[in-house]
């Protein structure tokens, strides 16, 4: 079994594993360590039991996602099931039977993201899930688009600048 991780900047990192868990969270004590604000420091688990993988989300900030649904409480996962943690997408595809003992990262060729065979996509610009939302405690920051604001702190610097080259002038004469 494999999870391939898909950054919009970096090349896709594959996770291979055959133990019966693996975590999921932004922390580095995790097994699968994701370095990114919408991941939670503990947010999911994979759990392997009785023939079938089993994804739990660990009450995440902004969820988990398989396929553009919402994972609450357990969800069996399939060959090919795209998963969402917070913004950060994943595949998870069954392996080879002769996949290693220990969860190993291995970096594979830059290219596009293959598409997920019989799902719509699920996702936003950005690569967000369409139910995503922003739960963060601090507010969204939210770029300034009031030109009057810009003239002002334009007039305001100016200012600055005159009043410096007034001092300057009343020192050196």
């Known amino acids: 079994m494999r999870l391939t991780v898909y950054f919009p900047e970096d090349s896709p990192?594959?996770?291979?594993?055959?133990?019966?868990?693996?975590?999921?969270?932004?922390?580095?004590?995790?097994?699968?360590?994701?370095?990114e604000g919408s991941v939670s420091s503990r947010h999911a688990q994979v759990v392997a039991q009785d023939g079938e993988v089993t994804l739990h989300d660990l009450g995440s900030t902004n969820g988990t996602f398989v396929n553009?649904?919402?994972?609450?409480?357990?969800?069996?996962?399939?060959?090919?099931?795209?998963?969402?943690?917070?913004?950060?997408?994943?595949?998870?595809?069954?392996?080879?039977?002769?996949?290693?003992a220990v969860v190993q990262e291995e970096v594979v060729e830059s290219g596009p993201i293959p598409p997920v065979a019989g799902s719509e996509p699920a996702a936003t610009s950005g690569g967000r899930p369409g139910n995503f939302s922003y739960m963060s405690p601090l507010p969204r920051p939210v770029a300034s688009k009031d030109k009057?604001?810009?003239?002002?702190?334009g007039l305001a610097g100016v200012g600055v600048l005159a009043a410096c080259y007034a001092v300057i002038v009343i020192v050196t004469t």
């Open 148 to 153: 009057l604001d810009m003239v002002a702190w």
């Open 68 to 100: 553009g649904e919402q994972v609450t409480g357990r969800r069996v996962l399939n060959d090919g099931d795209e998963i969402y943690f917070g913004s950060v997408r994943s595949v998870f595809l069954v392996g080879d039977e002769g996949a290693p």
């Open 13 to 35: 990192t594959i996770h291979e594993f055959v133990d019966n868990q693996l975590t999921v969270g932004r922390l580095g004590d995790n097994d699968i360590a994701l370095d």
